[in-house]
């Protein structure tokens, strides 16, 4: 495995780590608690309507999605403290990583996905191709959410196979090559790969830009023409909608600083303990406990089965 950053005077202390871990662990516990909700949520409104929107097929796909990636997260953060020799052995090392870039890109793609949803079903825009979208995207949303968990399970594949292949072949091959231009050598390919194998994730950041930002124009558009009509008196749908825009600002930054993250992180640039690489894991681990989180709260369905189940807990521990 390559990591271009070794130098152990860049390393944390051992107690300061164990810290990050912790902090690792409880973001990831609170994160399979609230998509834990989500998914709970919307497979009772499946089980008990014998049908699903739209938006609750995304939300539940994202939520059970995250469950996994989280719950990942945190099997792989117990073997590699507590056996590290196993966890580092090649086979294995590979192998989660390619596990990670499947579950992180699923939960990317949903999420994209989600805010590609929100955006065709609430902007207005009078665009012939924009209304044709609008009209025809319920149907398409099944298939693309398809779509993108096998797009992630290529490249997650591809990547496994080929990084593995390009770790064993550093032994064997180049025979020509001296030891420092071999190792040198592979270290190039590997992480060329990883780069052209990790912009797979910006596909996703990109089309979230788009439609969180054409959102926030057109919110920002009815709030000028509410304004313009106002009365004087407080109306509480342009309330609604700039705790909207707030919402999609923070879904935004969230976004963004996740996918960075990952990258960084999937693409070795740091040493396993060194800080930045330990900051990339926290970044990794909030941005699902964050996006769920302001989803409950913005969600409608979501917040009221939140509050029933508030009182529910508030009138249990009353008796």
Known sequence: MIQTCSSSENDLSPSLVTLMLIIIGTECILGILANGFIAAINTAEWIHSKVLSTSGKILLFLGVSR???????????TLSSTSPQFYNDDIMYHTFRGCFMFLNHCSLWFAAWLSVFYFVKVADFSYPLFLKLKWRISGLMPWLLQLSVFVS????VLFFQNNYTMNCNNLFSLPSFNST????????????????????????LIMFMLAATLLIISLKRHIFHMKSNATGSRDPSMEAHLGAIRAISCFLILYIFKVLALFLYMSNFFDINSPLNILCKIIMATYPVGHSILLIQDNPGLKRAWKR????????FKK
């Open 181 to 204: 231009k071999k190792k040198s050598f592979a270290e190039s390919a590997v992480i060329n790969l990883v780069l052209f194998l990790n912009l797979g994730i910006f596909i996703p």
């Open 153 to 156: 399970l290529g490249q997650s």
């Open 67 to 77: 469950i996994v990636l989280q719950s990942f997260m945190m099997l792989e953060l």
């Open 309 to 316: 189940l508030q009182t529910q807990v508030h009138l249990y």
